[in-house]
Every structure is written in C-alpha cells, then in structure tokens.
C-alpha cells in the first residue's frame, strides 16, 4: 500500500539510524480530542495486531488519499507553525499492517460526535440533549458512560470507506480524504523522502534525500 507522511526530520534521523521510526510521546492534541485518538488506537490493537515493541503507545499517521485518488499525495506546503526542517517519506507498506479511515469523518471522532444516519440521530440526539440540558456547558468527555458508549459505537463507520450516506457520507470513495495509521516505519518501505525546510517567510525549500 502507498502511503505519505510528513515527521519532522528528527523522526528521519531514527529511521536512519536504527531502521525503523515511531512515536512514543502522546501528544498534547491528543490529550484533548474527546478519547478519540485512544480509541484509535485500541481499534488498531484489535485489527491490525499489538504493537511490535513495548514503547510505541501512538500510531504514526499517514496519508493514503490527501484529497482523492488522482491527488493520493499531500502537498509541500507549510502548516502554520512549520518552521522546523520537516521529510516526506513516500512509503510502500504492507497492507496488513495499516488502518485506513475516513479523515473528515475522523473529526466527528475528535468531537465526540456520533457518526450516525439521520434516523439514528434522532435517537440520540434525544439522549444528548436531555444531558446537556441538564449539564450546560458539558460534552462529550462529561456524558454518562452509556451514552459515550452509544456514541462511540457508532465511529466505526469511520473505517467504511466504501459507505454511500446522504447523511454523514456524501463524497464518492475516489474524491476522499483518507488517512492511514500504522504501528512503526521501516527503512526498506521507504520509496522516496523529500527534505522540507521553511524558512521564517514561509518559503518552503525541497531537498531530495537519498
């Protein structure tokens, strides 16, 4: 499976220097994204297998469709804070080891919103706003653990990237957003990396790497 991902260069040097690279900081987004990214996370335990080391506690995440399948790779361009040297590392992964899902969907995930058909959502729109009356100003991370549950239990949906819904899944599988997590890199699926660099003005300068 192809696939892009963008680490910032120290994240290369590992990868050089012991043949493989992964994440073992639990970033400060992913303490405040509503139990999504552990949710992820568990969901990667159960389909693709435990960690292959101890230490790795965050998947590494990747792009296998930036904005559909004729434009798979992700742009150069800087993100708003980059002004770090950065790599994209083009990879070529086995499909066994990776777990695709829906990006704008995911952020119904980071939300703690349901991904739900419009009936669906009636029901639990129902329970959601019976607690929220009663709690105002609480959400998701404050809902009883029955409703988190019956929220939660509809994300799966976020690996459905075949679902045709008017409701939550209007876009044709091809013109999708899809991105991939995996466990770890490994130096021999690397097909390409690309340096990136940005300077203060925000110029972005290209270094292919060998």
Known sequence: MRLWTRQH?????????????????????AKDSCGAYDWITEQMRERIGEPPLPEIFTPVW???????????RPPYTPYGYDTFESVMLELEVPDEQVLLSGFMLWHHCLNGWPI?????????????????????GKFYDDYPQDLKDKVSATWVRVFDLHARDPYYA?????????????????KEWVKSAVKIIVDEKKNVHLYPLE
């Open 116 to 136: 739900a058909s419009k009936a669906e959502m009636k029901e639990l729109d129902k329970e959601i706003d019976a607690f929220r009356d009663s709690h105002p």
């Open 62 to 72: 990747a792009w296998y469709q930036y904005n559909s399948k004729k434009s798979a």
């Open 9 to 29: 260069y120290d994240f290369y040097r590992q990868l050089l220097s012991t043949g493989v690279a992964y994440t073992s900081v639990v970033s400060e987004l």
């Open 170 to 186: 209007t876009r044709h599988p091809k013109n999708r957003s899809i991105q991939a997590t995996l466990w770890l890199v490994r």
